[in-house]
């Protein structure tokens, strides 16, 4: 357990109850359409907050750091994978925008319905809400180890209140409270993360290590599904189209995209400077501990809890995205396309579903505590479903029946994999083949078929 003063556990208190405020204000006088989508009416700033907050989550803190203590200054390639990444998703999104505002788009799938077929869609949806419950799961576990660290609270009690705050400011506002939550989050996880960084250079020092600088320390098994990582994601991330979709227009759709691409990188480059003071200073320990006992270890009394505010702000403002996003999928591409309900129908099943999805991941998050498998099993399917956006921008005639292939390949491939090698960054590879073999075989198998 840490010891934070009273005046720590104060800040820490004020933070979930504002939270919960914000939940509760954003539900007044709220229409439908901004418990969806924020009206469609999200600026630069929220966009730009919203978009980089759902991203620096509890889980890639903790990975990034244990990252950089392992592998030194090349953990960055995870961080240059996303600003390529980014700037490939801005041409997309030029176009998807365009597309969004004008068949009124709601989540990833709608693009693989209106494009493709039903098929594909409720595939690609399939795949996505199982995924980004399993990332959901990870910023449960990681919010709850930590708050019981912290506490002395057991595990089950700490995840009973994270999962507690959450459902309520999300059961109120919906995705308006998730924009003006993640506002306030990143706003403090930019201000923390930039003062942890200046004051443990001034404090601690910095001393140069040639091997903590070699940008390849880490190897080609570890950078190259790391970087490719970074590079697909956003390209099937369904709560950065989410964003994309509720820009008021195009000019603030391509803004909120490059600044959100700049402070993202800024920040991966503050955090990876951290974990080498961090590296310096404590060097015989766990590594996956390596945040939370570095902050704890080095910054004064007093100011500790101004990190743990920075964790949890990292950790609520993606657990919120994650399982939003995931309620989104269920609602929007199975609940509508197959009932056809009004909007206030919808509404009430998305609040059944917070609970249930909610509930689930308080239970999967108790059985299987583990940060790691979980959050390579989400990044390999979000990868494969990657390269069926980008095969439909490259083909721009591929057939419905190739995407399906070719997702199912990428599972049948990853699955396989995790049976005989276990659940591992290079399950990329695997995900990348059986995806790629799918869909050759698909178009093949479509061409033939036309040419008879």
């Not at 999300?170 to 993640?182: E, N, P, R, S």
């Amino acid at each position: 357990m840490i010891n934070l003063t009273i005046f720590e556990y104060s800040l820490l208190g004020l933070f979930f109850l504002l939270l919960i405020l914000i939940g509760y204000l954003s539900s007044k006088k709220e229409s439908k359409e901004e418990y969806l989508i924020a009206d469609r009416k999200l600026g630069v700033l929220s966009s730009v907050s919203t978009i980089v907050a759902s991203k620096v989550g509890g889980g890639l803190l903790v990975t990034c750091m244990a990252l950089v203590y392992l592998y030194g200054i090349s953990a960055i390639w995870l961080f240059f994978g996303f600003a390529f990444g980014y700037i490939i998703f801005y041409f997309f999104a030029i176009e998807l925008k365009k597309l969004a505002d004008k068949e009124r788009y709601y989540t990833l799938s709608d693009y693989f319905f209106n494009r493709f077929s039903k098929s594909t869609g409720f595939l690609s949806a399939g795949i996505l809400g199982i995924s980004y419950f399993f990332i959901f799961v990870v910023q449960l576990i990681a919010g709850a180890k930590l708050l019981s660290v912290l506490t002395g609270f057991s595990y089950i009690f700490s995840l009973l209140i994270i999962t507690s705050i959450i459902l309520f400011y999300l059961i109120l506002g919906g995705f308006k409270a998730v924009v003006k939550t993640d506002v306030i989050q990143y706003m403090a996880i930019l201000v923390i993360v930039f003062f942890v960084a200046v004051f443990l250079t001034f404090n601690f020092g910095f001393k140069f290590d040639p091997v903590q600088w070699d940008l390849f320390k880490a190897g080609p098994k570890i950078i190259i599904p790391f970087f490719l990582g970074g590079l697909l994601v956003p390209l099937a991330s369904p709560e950065l189209w989410r964003r994309i979709y509720a820009t008021k227009n195009l000019k603030t759709a391509k803004r909120s995209i490059i600044f959100a691409n700049i402070f993202y990188v800024l920040t991966g480059l503050v955090l990876v400077f951290i974990g080498l003071i961090i590296r310096q200073n404590l060097p015989n320990i766990d590594p996956d501990l390596s945040l939370v006992l570095g902050f704890s270890n080095l910054l004064p009394t007093g100011f500790v809890g101004l990190g743990v505010i920075a964790l949890f702000a990292a950790i609520m403002s993606s657990a919120d995205t994650y399982i939003f996003t995931d309620v989104s999928i269920f609602a929007q591409d199975f609940y509508r396309r197959l009932k056809n309900p009004n909007k206030s129908q919808i509404l009430k099943f998305i609040r059944v579903m917070l609970v249930f999805l909610a509930l689930s991941g308080l239970i999967l998050a108790y059985a299987i505590p583990s940060l790691a498998e979980i959050f390579f099993l989400y990044a390999g399917v979000v990868m494969l479903l990657s390269i069926m956006v980008i095969a439909t921008r490259v083909n721009k005639k591929v057939s419905s029946f190739s995407l399906m292939l070719g997702m199912i390949f990428g599972i049948l491939a990853m699955v396989i994999y995790g049976i005989f090698k276990g659940i591992n960054p290079t399950m990329a590879f695997s995900l990348i083949i059986g995806g790629l073999f799918g869909l050759f075989l698909g178009e093949a198998w479509t061409i033939t078929r036309s040419r008879l």
